[in-house]
């Protein structure tokens, strides 16, 4: 936990809850770190935040804790949350669109253990459209109440698909209204053109994950609103999404699937800050796994194909990140390694902490790549299962390097993390890189994520003359553009610092008029100066 440099001013928190540590780090407008720390997380999270704060603050001193115009935070708790089936809300599943998605039902490919913990009951009515903008059929609004009455006391949440929902999504607001109609107007709703692309099972699981993950989006806003209040930061705070960017603490309550896959992201962001490296792979060691990602650009690189979570496919945003099962708490057994780890108890169960539990630590302490703890207390315990262990790990992070490169041989490997020094000086003949402050990169990368705005509408692609539909295209093109960076300005984004990162186009060439769905993606660093105010 230290201090560096004179801040200047404006200050920003950056935090970052992992399953072992919670990190933080004041940055100052030239993004250098003046303060970190890692402190335990919490059960609850609230005081593992509460700490790191605290500490910041602490180390900054009061003059300038006054000067902190921002805090973002970016966790791993609602992946947690699915990964390990718990705390989560149970939901009532709609579709709208009978007639023509029948041949797949609602979450088929769900893990039975996942659709126990969060599924309340599904149903398929009649509704939806086509991708012309035909509606199939009208809303059953007798269909939705019987079945709200079924799912009435076990229900503690909704979530409502509707086929092409993205382009035309009248029929789920009024599946919306019926179920608070029929539920209480308190009932979280979840709906699915507010979160996911076209592609009907990929944006239904997305929306019933999110509806599923109310409580835990509560829970870290919670604790982040808390921590703030306690410390008297009147500022509005930030969670990270996993593309990268920022949403207000408010906007996570209702779209809490947006932050799986922030640490990640957040992890490559500060391997980028601390080496100014902007194409690296970038290897992130924590308690319970080994994270590998690719900056390209200074940016993580984004997954091609969807983003599996908890065992379910979605069309979320997700950087292309490639997990191994090893962490610095990664418990060896006589005859394996892993799966299982000691996680945030490291410091109570590592050998070389004076625990009873072998750990990667306490083998990458034997083997002399770490310094931690206290390595004589690994004198009278038998040699080959460490020497095993850091076998089995360097084997299986030389064939991930590989994997991840993609055939390149000319990136730099970046190491981060609080385990970075359970890594070898060289994997797959390249040699490993450990920037100054790697232990706190998701912080760092917290800390400087940008804030965005997005906007999506359809653009005529026919029929017509050439060169009217051409400055038809660029006349659409334009306004879109200008949304996108109106409402990332509106969400916080300096104007002069917003520029557009991402335009991408879905042809629907098989619809009675030729169309492009554009979706354009503006981001920017958040403005300095006076706080924004805090939403009620």
Do not use: C
């Amino acid at each position: 936990m230290t201090t560096t440099g004179h801040p200047r001013k404006p200050l920003r928190i950056g935090i970052d809850v992992g399953g072992t540590h919670t990190d933080a780090v004041a940055l100052d407008t030239d993004d250098r770190i003046l303060a970190h720390t890692k402190q335990p997380t919490s059960p609850d999270i609230t005081a593992g935040v509460r700490a790191a704060v605290d500490a910041v603050l602490e180390l900054l001193g009061p003059d300038d804790a006054r000067n902190v115009r921002q805090v973002m935070l970016g966790t791993t708790h609602a992946t947690n949350a699915v990964v390990e089936r718990r705390n989560l809300a149970r939901v009532a599943v709609i579709r709208i669109g009978r007639r023509i998605t029948s041949a797949v039902p609602p979450l088929t490919a769900w893990p039975a253990d996942l659709r126990d913990a969060a599924v309340a009951g599904t149903v398929m009515v009649d509704g939806g459209y086509l991708v012309d903008g035909h509606q199939v059929a009208p809303v059953d609004r007798d269909e939705v109440r019987r079945f709200l009455h079924q799912v009435a006391g076990r229900a503690q949440a909704v979530a409502v698909t509707g086929a092409f929902a993205p382009m035309y999504p009248d029929q789920e607001h009024l599946v919306a209204e019926l179920v608070r109609a029929e539920l209480g107007a308190g009932t979280p709703v979840s709906l699915s053109h507010e979160l996911g692309s076209l592609s009907l099972l990929e944006r239904e699981n997305a929306t019933t994950l999110n509806a599923a993950l109310g409580r835990v989006g509560a829970q870290v806003a919670d604790a982040l609103d808390q921590a703030l209040r306690e410390h008297g930061l009147d500022v509005a705070g930030y969670l990270a999404q996993s593309d990268g960017t920022l949403m207000e603490a408010a906007h996570a309550r209702r779209f809490p699937v947006l932050t799986i896959g922030s640490g990640p992201s957040n992890s490559l962001r500060g391997a980028a800050l601390l080496t100014g490296h902007q194409d690296a792979i970038v290897i992130d060691v924590g308690g319970t796994t080994t994270d590998l990602g690719v900056l390209v650009d200074g940016f993580a690189r984004e997954s091609a194909a969807g983003s599996l979570i908890g065992g379910v496919t979605t069309s979320l945003a997700m950087p292309d990140v490639l997990s191994l099962g090893y962490g610095g708490g990664t418990v060896i057994h006589p005859d394996r390694v892993g799966p299982e780890s000691v996680g945030h108890a490291i410091r109570r169960h590592g050998l070389v902490f004076g625990g009873a539990t072998p750990t990667l630590t306490d083998a990458a302490v034997h083997a002399g790549r770490s310094t931690t703890g206290t390595r004589s207390r690994l004198l009278d315990r038998p040699t080959e299962p460490f020497r095993r262990a850091i076998t089995a790990f360097d084997d299986d992070l030389a064939h991930a390097v590989a994997l991840v490169s993609h055939g390149r041989r000319d990136q730099p490997v970046v190491a981060v993390g609080g385990g970075a020094d359970l890594l070898p000086d060289t994997v797959a003949g390249r040699t490993v890189e450990r920037p100054g402050h790697g232990g706190v990169a998701n912080a760092a990368g917290a800390a400087i994520a940008l804030i965005s705005g997005e906007y999506e509408t359809l653009i005529p692609a026919g029929p017509g003359r050439g060169e009217a539909l051409a400055r038809a295209r660029t006349e659409a093109l334009a306004r879109a553009r200008t949304e996108a960076l109106t409402r990332a300005a509106a969400a916080g984004a300096a104007p002069e610092h917003t520029t557009i990162v991402r335009i991408r186009e879905v042809p629907l060439s098989y619809a009675g008029q030729p169309a492009v769905r554009v979706t354009v993606k503006a981001a920017g660093r958040l403005r300095t100066g006076p706080p924004l105010p805090r939403r009620p």
